[in-house]
């Protein structure tokens, strides 16, 4: 018999996994407009990592990051407004795919910017650490960003002044369009890292378990005190970089190979669970928050001028 | 009461008197309290006075990390230009997030850089860049020319909830000027008339206001009164005080240490031509830098600056006095 932690690991990535297919629907009928960029494939990373913190845990997504805020609290139907551009979403329509924020849960931000937000939560992480609690900072990012200088300078100085910070890589082989040989001859990105004695590990991010477990390890010894720590997650990404991306430069996987990589084909298998009940709860539920979204009126275009600064 | 300070230690009387009034501000910096005896370090501790790597991406993304966390952040980052190194978080990350959040962050965030260092530093050195902050959205942007102001106006910034880029002029460092005792606070967009006068309006930036005031006392020598504003903050900018002043003498010279076509002079005079066109009785003229980068031979570097000259040059001929052609 699963347990119910590993029942609520699965329902987590249904979720996620309904509500992504459903965004990227909407895509196609322009109700969800604009640049959108899904993590179908990835749910074992965000489920593995996010459902292991508390609301005070500040979190950071980068631009694939509905699974992200998702994972970490955000309702469906807040962020089915966002994307629709409504009055009801998380950020009232302002801010869209790339830019959820919900403080609530302790979702402090996406970015859109490759890399832009790994020293955001490092001043999270500082500023945790400044009010003594036993908090962390989490940040998200793929492998694309680990060849930026800003990510080089940020384990710096994360190591520099032992932050409680746990870096997180979704390491899917491919950095927008290009795959990770083109980038880098450096394959694994805790290998990257090597020099700064950061703590580290790669674990198979497709086995939401193999996250999780690992993941909880930092955590601890992060609450305790300790940090930084890196977390490369190997998963797939079986969507494009973006809604609509012909994807020229690689091959689809086949159907059997996908069934051996997709996060939850594979805790149902492990399992012994069947995902028809699972799935049409979470069918659901992303029916009921894109309803919501839907009744929330659009946002008045006066708030466009009224945001601009803090008062 | 006051006390007479350079305008350099003016900015770091309104640091300290902001960390000791609010425990939530933060002063990072490349170089800051590399020793026991440095006085920040001394008076507010090494968890608040933080020494950086030279990494500004990171340095200054950190600092806007704990601002959005609700702390008050100061960032010592030098040269302006070391701010374009990490351009994505000043005006990308830092400014947008109140916005994008529906306002759920704020990000009272201070990032201070001193520009225009033109005395033989050369093309990298030396810019005067605050213009190409001026129209970015969520940032606000501040130029002080006194040492009053220095302090007033980084005792508003370290209170503001948003970003703010705090530019201060290299070349005013040791000039010394009568700073108030104890709490003192500029409010932003509020211009300083410097000067009244009712002939002509002299709008000048920064190191340019010394530079407008001495040829306003050379024109006042042959009878013509210019009345010389001081914007004070570009972001957000008085135009009010501004469109009032031309208003009164129907002429308006901007000086501006700027490149022309990317300088805050030129904002200003849209802005005149825009919403003040009725007003005026002769073209605006504009005493900028030229658009080039700053030459590191003394001559040339002259050269390419505004000076008195060059603004007498600009009044006589919105006056009619001299021909228009530069």
Request: charged share 20%; net charge negative; with cysteine.
């Amino acid at each position: 018999m699963p347990t119910e932690e590993e029942l609520g690991l699965l329902r987590a990535m249904w979720r996620i996994r309904v509500f992504e297919e459903r965004v990227g629907a909407l895509t196609r009928t322009n109700e969800v407009h604009g640049l959108v960029h899904l993590s179908v494939g990835q749910e074992g990373v965000a489920v593995g990592v996010c459902g292991a913190l508390r609301d005070d845990d500040a979190v950071y997504g980068n631009h694939r990051a509905h699974g992200h805020a998702i994972a970490k609290g955000a309702p469906l139907a807040s962020v089915m407004a966002e994307l629709m551009g409504r009055e009801g979403g998380l950020c009232r329509g302002m801010g869209g795919s790339m830019h959820l924020v919900d403080v609530a849960h302790g979702f402090l931000g996406a970015t859109g910017v490759v890399g832009g937000n790994v020293p955001l939560a490092l001043g999270s992480a500082l500023a945790l650490s400044l009010q003594g609690g036993d908090q962390v900072a989490v940040v998200f990012f793929g492998d694309g960003a680990v060849q930026s200088g800003i990510f080089v300078e940020s384990v710096n100085l994360a190591t520099l002044w032992k932050l409680p910070v746990i870096l997180v890589c979704e390491n899917n082989g491919f950095a927008e369009f290009t795959p990770r040989s083109a980038h880098t001859n450096v394959e694994r990105v805790s290998d990257v890292v090597s020099p700064y004695g950061i703590e580290r590990e790669t674990v198979d991010g497709n086995d939401v378990v193999a996250v999780r477990t690992t993941f909880e390890r930092f955590l601890a010894k992060a609450r305790a005190g300790g940090g930084p720590f890196l977390l490369e997650c190997l998963t797939h990404r079986l969507r494009g970089h973006y809604e609509g991306d012909p994807q020229h430069y690689r091959q689809a996987l086949a159907d059997e190979e996908w069934q051996q990589l997709d996060p939850i084909l594979r805790l149902q298998r492990r399992l012994g669970v069947e995902g028809e009940k699972l799935e049409a709860e979470a069918r659901a539920e992303v029916d009921a928050a894109e309803r919501a979204a839907r009744e929330s009126p659009f946002p008045p275009p006066s708030l466009t001028a009224e945001l601009v600064y803090a008062r | 009461m006051a006390h007479e300070l350079p305008y350099i230690a003016a900015i770091g009387e309104a640091i300290a008197e902001e960390m000791a009034r609010d425990e939530s501000v933060l002063y990072f910096g490349q170089n800051i309290a590399t020793h026991e005896d440095d006085p920040f370090l001394k008076q507010f501790g090494a968890d608040r006075v933080r020494v950086t790597p030279i990494s500004e991406t990171a340095e200054i993304g950190m600092a806007v990390g704990t601002a959005i966390a609700g702390y008050r952040p100061v960032v010592e980052l030098y040269m302006a230009e070391f701010m374009l190194v990490a351009m994505d978080q000043v005006v990308n990350e830092a400014n947008r997030f109140h916005y994008m959040s529906k306002g759920q962050v704020k990000v009272p965030l201070v990032l201070k850089a001193g520009y225009g260092f033109t005395c033989g530093w050369a093309g990298q050195h030396t810019g005067t860049i605050y213009s190409m902050f001026m129209g970015v959205p969520g940032l606000k942007v501040v130029v002080p020319s006194t040492a009053a102001d220095a302090k007033g106006l980084m005792t508003t910034a370290i209170r503001d909830d948003n970003p703010v880029c705090y530019f201060h002029h290299y070349l005013l460092t040791l000039e010394h000027g009568e700073v108030p005792d104890g709490e003192y606070a500029v409010p932003f967009g509020k211009a300083d008339v410097r000067r009244a006068g009712g002939d002509v309006t002299v709008v000048a930036i920064g190191w340019c206001v010394d530079r407008a005031l001495n040829a306003a006392e050379q024109l006042a020598a042959s009878g013509i009164e210019a009345e010389v504003i001081d914007p004070r903050t570009l972001a957000p900018l008085d135009m009010d005080t501004i469109l009032k002043s031309v208003a009164k003498t129907g002429r308006l010279v901007v000086v501006d240490q700027s490149t022309r076509h990317g300088s805050a002079a030129a904002v200003i005079a849209a802005e005149v031509a825009s919403e003040g066109f009725g007003s005026l009785k002769a073209p605006v003229k504009l005493v900028t830098a030229l658009d080039a980068t700053v030459p590191y031979s003394a001559p040339m570097e002259e050269y390419l600056l505004p000076n008195e000259t060059k603004v007498v040059e600009a009044v006589q001929q919105v006056l009619g006095n001299a021909p228009v052609a530069a």
